[in-house]
Each structure stands twice: as C-alpha cells, then as structure tokens.
C-alpha cells in the first residue's frame, strides 16, 4: 500500500500543481484562463457558467505567482482573482 501512495506522488509531480476555479458570482465568466507569471505560460480559455467548476493542472517554474483572469461579464472588462 505505501508503494502505491509513493509511485502516485510521484505521478502526480509529473502534472504540476492542480488549479480548481469555483464560479459562485451568479454571473457567468467569460474567457477564464491560468496565468503563470514568471513563465507567462496560460492554460485554458473558457466560459464558466455561474455555479460551475474547472480544474487544470499547471507547471509552474521555481516560486512564481498563479493569476486567474476572466472577462466580467456584467463590466465587461477584465479581472483577476
């Protein structure tokens, strides 16, 4: 059993850190992506409808800031979490 735990953390390094955004603005976010900054890699760019719920995995490089950006849908301009 302390085999598998260890080959499935080792795994998991492989994928980066998981990322759950939860939309509960009542308003649906359009565009929402996850931002890297050291790296200025993105993944994602998609619609989240209110109540919904994405996840992604990211690889971020050494310690470095994770932003979530979306387009507001009620301003129409763009946010950051």
């Given amino acids: 059993m ?3 735990y260890i080959a499935g953390i080792a795994v998991r390094s492989r994928f ?3 990322v759950v ?3 509960l603005s009542g308003e649906t976010l ?3 992506v996850v931002k890297v900054e ?3 890699n993105r ?3 998609a619609d989240l409808e209110s ?3 994405k996840r992604t995995w990211v690889q971020p490089v ?3 800031h994770i932003n979530v950006e979306f387009v507001d849908a009620k301003i129409s301009r763009m946010g950051k979490l």
């Fill in 2 to 4: 302390l085999l598998l």
């Fill in 16 to 18: 980066g850190i998981r």
């Fill in 21 to 23: 955004i939860s939309n």
């Fill in 30 to 32: 359009r565009n929402v």
């Fill in 38 to 40: 050291e790296s200025g």
């Fill in 43 to 45: 993944y994602g760019r």
């Fill in 51 to 53: 109540g919904g719920r």
């Fill in 62 to 64: 050494t310690e470095c």
